[in-house]
């Protein structure tokens, strides 16, 4: 099967426990590598300019990637993590994603890091999937005078979105309001499967009902692209089983597993015999109740 992914790579400057440490990633890597740790071809929309150190290993991980190369600099954030709280910093951006090959796929995903997919773009990418899964993080994120980055109240059309998922500041953004309201509001909109993160609470909301996990109240370490890689496991599982809370356990489990690894950057990426391990386990664990 085959999964697309448009987003910029990121060359991340990650200020933890006192030491920074630069890792190449952003959500174009961490999705695209871990679908193809779950056995999927990717096609793999983006731009990076010749500062990119990762260029080499898209190409042995059989990648497809169009027109990649940018003569600006790849764009570039400085991450100050303290446990689950971050503060993020622009400090170089790349050219903006204007090529969408007119290919099909099984899946899409898009998942935005800060203005590279304009609104045409966004509007003509959907044709390529019925299964279209959005983070929209970085369509509801602007810099400030320090280029600290914020979130501004946003309106994002939702139409063909299949699932998305939110942190509880970025469902505040998109629907001025929080928790089971915010995601019915989402829900109205005419998405599917709504979710929503809450530090190691995840839920799903689908149809007339919440399903939840939490993941085990461990130590946190890295915690870029977890949002990432719990996307791609989620659209990858619904395209392969058709069955949402697999899908949800799953992308519980591979967020757990890189969380567990204390790596940083795409090395905490997880094996697909772990996902499905620690997504067993979750799927003894649901919760559920109806709203």
Not at 121 to 148: A, C, H, W, Y
Request: some cysteine; overall charge negative; proline content about 3%.
């Amino acid at each position: 099967m085959k999964i697309a992914v448009i987003s910029h790579c990121t060359i991340d400057s990650i200020v933890l426990d006192g030491s920074q440490n630069d890792v190449a990633g952003g959500p174009a890597c961490y999705c695209a590598f871990t679908s193809k740790n779950l056995k999927f071809d990717v096609d793999l929309f983006t731009k990076y300019g010749p500062d990119f150190p990762l260029q080499q290993k898209l190409l042995d991980e059989k990648i497809s990637t169009y027109n990649p190369l940018s003569e600006t600099k790849t764009t570039r954030f400085r991450i100050d993590i303290d446990d689950s709280d971050r503060k993020l910093f622009l400090q170089e951006k790349c050219e903006a994603i204007d090529f969408v090959n007119d290919v099909k796929t099984d899946g899409l995903l898009i998942s935005p890091v800060f203005d590279e997919i304009s609104s045409d773009v966004f509007s003509k990418i959907k044709g390529i999937s019925d299964f279209i899964m959005l983070d929209p993080q970085g369509f509801l994120r602007r810099k400030n005078t320090q280029n600290e980055i914020f979130l501004e109240q946003t309106s994002i059309d939702l139409s063909r979105i299949s699932a998305i998922k939110t942190n509880s500041d970025e469902l505040r953004s998109l629907t001025g309001t929080d928790g089971h309201d915010g995601m019915k509001l989402l829900q109205n909109q005419g998405v599917e499967n709504v979710i929503l993160t809450d530090k190691q609470n995840i839920s799903l909301l689908i149809k007339d009902k919440i399903y939840s996990i939490s993941l085990p109240n461990i130590h946190l370490h890295d915690t870029t692209g977890i949002g990432d890689i719990f996307c791609a496991t989620f659209c990858c599982t619904m395209l392969k089983e058709n069955d949402f809370l697999w899908a949800l356990c799953f992308a519980g489990g591979a967020a757990q597993a890189a969380l567990e690894s204390k790596n940083i950057g795409i090395e905490k990426i997880p094996k697909k015999g772990l996902i499905e391990s620690n997504g067993s386990y979750f799927y003894n664990m649901v919760k559920f109740r109806d709203i």
